[in-house]
């Protein structure tokens, strides 16, 4: 199987953002559960390289990664990784944040790539927080104003 691990916010300072981190963890825990023969990492240059060195940190071989770091979008996940993944066989998998997986699962079959959902819970590990209560309110809405977008573009 492949594990489609996508990336979220930029890096700061070498770190990677919160909902990536979550992301990351999850695609960790994933891998250590034994399913998965290849994990296809997805996001803009700077994340997706942060994202497999938490990996490889992690202890998730480098040979079993493979990077997609063109994308600056769910929509241009979506494209490159599709190009990628036609030449590997499996069943595929995406992770994602809980939030942004409706989006993302659509975009993905948009672009050919028949993937299921493996969503982790980002919104709800973070909306415990108070401090991030506000900061998680502004991303759901901001993912409600995409996935209106995409509908508009034919994107999903």
């Not at 996940?77 to 939030?99: H, M, W, Y």
């Given at each position: 199987?492949?594990?489609?691990?996508?990336?979220?916010?930029?890096?700061?300072?070498?770190?990677?953002?919160?909902?990536?981190?979550?992301?990351?963890?999850?695609?960790?825990?994933?891998?250590?559960?034994?399913?998965?023969?290849?994990?296809?990492?997805c996001g803009a240059s700077g994340i997706a390289e942060s994202m497999r060195d938490y990996l490889v940190f992690s202890q998730v071989p480098a040979e079993n990664i493979v990077l997609e770091n063109h994308s600056s979008s769910t929509h241009e996940n979506a494209l490159f990784a599709a190009e990628i993944l036609k030449n590997l066989p499996g069943r595929k998998v995406?992770?994602?944040?809980d939030f942004h997986m409706y989006r993302s699962l659509r975009a993905f079959r948009k672009a050919g790539v028949e993937a299921e959902p493996r969503p982790i819970p980002d919104v709800l590990k973070r909306g415990s927080d108070w401090p991030q209560?506000?900061?998680?309110?502004?991303?759901?809405?901001?993912?409600?104003?995409?996935?209106?977008?995409?509908?508009?573009?034919?994107w999903i």
């Amino acid at each position: 199987d492949i594990l489609i691990l996508l990336g979220a916010d930029d890096p700061t300072d070498s770190y990677i953002g919160a909902s990536t981190y979550w992301r990351s963890l999850y695609g960790v825990r994933a891998w250590r559960a034994g399913r998965f023969s290849t994990i296809v990492v997805c996001g803009a240059s700077g994340i997706a390289e942060s994202m497999r060195d938490y990996l490889v940190f992690s202890q998730v071989p480098a040979e079993n990664i493979v990077l997609e770091n063109h994308s600056s979008s769910t929509h241009e996940n979506a494209l490159f990784a599709a190009e990628i993944l036609k030449n590997l066989p499996g069943r595929k998998v995406l992770l994602t944040s809980d939030f942004h997986m409706y989006r993302s699962l659509r975009a993905f079959r948009k672009a050919g790539v028949e993937a299921e959902p493996r969503p982790i819970p980002d919104v709800l590990k973070r909306g415990s927080d108070w401090p991030q209560r506000w900061p998680l309110f502004v991303a759901l809405l901001t993912e409600t104003a995409k996935i209106t977008a995409y509908r508009l573009r034919g994107w999903i």
